[in-house]
């Protein structure tokens, strides 16, 4: 008899520090039986959130893991985080196309590059330095013998040594023999020699425009 109330008792200390603990977070232990420190127990915080836990975890300290994401997400909210990020985009050349309210870092906003580009990314990536993901890509795919590759596809051709990215203006030479820069992703963009096109526009055979390039009249 002395042996099983003395379990009972420990069954009874064993459940009410559990209590103890959840109600020193603001929180309840909603479980009735007490098997021992390794079982899950069902708990609630004071925000109505509940979640399963060990016994012993909460003892030594552990909570709420919602509140504890939440809480963390507050502490990426900056003031005046969206013109932040607007600010930032415009420093790379782009935008931010997000425009209404700002939900901090953790979460995503649109942008758009100088190239066109348009993604999703989080919002903690872009402040911390992260850009278009596509001319990231570029950059690491593309060479110069890739400008060279599309300048002699159209007759020309590549005069640059070096090649830093797809947004770096390089030289070029069409057919005709103008001179002109143009970023390797302005040209991938279906643009080729700036005064080729002026001339493909002339449609009068009369035009001066026409001896102005050097044209046959």
Known sequence: MRRAHSHRLRLQDGMDKIRQAAAARGGECLAHVYENSAHFYPFRCAKGHEWNAQGHEVLRGSWCKRCSWLQRSEQ???????????????SHGGECLSQGAYRGVGERYGFRCKQGHEWQALGKRVVRGGWCPLCANDKKRLTLETAQADARKRG??????????????????????????AALATI??????????????ITNPKSKARLRYGLAP
Do not use: D
């Open 156 to 181: 020309g051709q590549c005069l640059s040594t070096a090649y830093t990215n797809n947004s770096t203006p390089l030289e070029w030479v069409c057919h005709r023999g103008h001179f002109w820069r």
């Open 76 to 90: 990426y909210l900056m003031p005046n985080g969206l013109e932040r990020l607007h600010a930032i985009a415009a």
């Open 188 to 201: 991938r963009s279906n643009h080729w020699c700036p005064q080729c096109a002026i001339i493909a526009r």
